[in-house]
């Protein structure tokens, strides 16, 4: 019988885990320690609280102190147990507050009213009303909703928003505009015309009589845009007024103004031209740049790059003096943070927006496919779920809320079809913050600008 081993030298003999594994092994350790010590801090905290308690009949004031300190050692155990073992999740729109940071009350003098269209939209109006209802909470915001009467109240009482909507009421928060039929989703843009008292065209006109400063609507595109033109006039020496939406790029601090990303399909070269000083407006008055960078999208850097139109507003932007022209921007420079204004037609921008909505969804399901499976893959994931977090909140156009309608005489924000709360509420913080600097005052002045440079292409 051959001899057995002994302990040191089977210990030897067994292969040490990796670097990796001892690592994970430690951090367990280490947490479990630090869970036990919250526990047994926890568990001594009630139990002296509990002492502390049954001794009060006896011991009267000093009991009652005791159990105080106990309790406040238990609330206090239970507080650190919560704050290190546990990711905190951020509320979505705890960054919306006023300031930015939610720190202080909303003053109700710096309160800007704002109209909405509450039937524009694929839910609407019940989607719209929540997001209306939380916006007056956390921005300084008053909103009129203009809706047909019927259908907030059934929407307020299929979402159990009935006692918000009262309460924001009676605060004077918000009002409820009746209107008439509204425009579907699926109808031409020019129904607008004959619809006289649907919900986006009496918004809009709160907005020209100045009982508001601003519009949002998630409704049809194309009659969002044909009410404002309609309603509010174009610009004078804007010949078509351009989307533009803002993208993420890979500065956390700093976005991009893609415009125009649907309005116009067929574009001439003086368009771009003059999206180009919209977004050069907004840019620096809302965004805070104090000399935009345009970029024009085209298939590469060079000057002699594209097809008849991108040649055409190339040379118009290099010889445009109000504008600092950085030259083409190609698709993979978008999102680069070397621009700060990308300007192009209609169609080629409408089709960027789309792809970019898809990114975040597709990047998250890429990643929690290939994360690691079982114990570790739980255990990295947990480690990374916080980050996932931020990278979808700035991928998700939800979290941007709508696009702007520049180049028409107010301020007017377009939201997605399929808006949702959270988006309603991006929504307005971003009509609020262009009403609220000024925009259209340079806008204006940029009309009075254009009436004495000759334009061509």
Known sequence: MPPKDSDSELRQRRPKPSRAMRRLVVWYRRNATVTSLVDTATSSASTAASAASAAASVAGSMASAAGSVASSAGTMAGSVAGTVLQPL??????????????????????????????????????????????????????????????????????????????????????????????????????????????SINMAMDLVKSGEAAAVYSAGNSGAVMASAIFRLSRLKGIDRPAIGALFPTKDPGRQVLVLDVGANMDCKAVYLQQFALLGSIYSRDVLGIPQPRIGLLNIGEEACKGNELTLKAYALLAAEKRLRFAGNCEGRDVLSGRFDVVVCDGYTGNVLLKFLESVGSVLLDVLRAELPRGRRGKVGSAFLRSNLV???????????????????????VIGHGSSKALSVVSALRLAHLAASHGVMDDLHKLSSEERSVPACG
């Open 390 to 412: 931020r990278i979808k909140k700035r991928l998700d156009h939800a979290e941007h809320g709508g696009a702007l309608l520049l180049g028409v005489n107010g301020v007017c």
């Open 89 to 198: 999740m951020s509320y979505p729109r705890r960054r919306l507050q006023a300031g930015g940071d939610g720190s202080g009350p909303i003053r109700d003098r710096d309160r800007i009213w704002m109209a909405v269209d509450g039937m524009g939209g694929d839910h609407a109006p019940g989607p719209i009303l929540e997001g209306c209802l939380a916006a007056v909470r956390c921005l300084p915001v008053k909103i009129r909703f203009v809706a047909e009467a019927a259908a907030v109240q059934q929407a307020a009482a299929a979402l159990n928003l009935e006692d918000g909507l009262r309460e924001s009421l009676q605060a004077g928060l918000l009002q409820l505009v009746a209107s008439g039929p509204s425009v579907g989703m699926d109808e031409e843009a020019t129904v607008v015309r004959r619809k006289r008292d649907a």
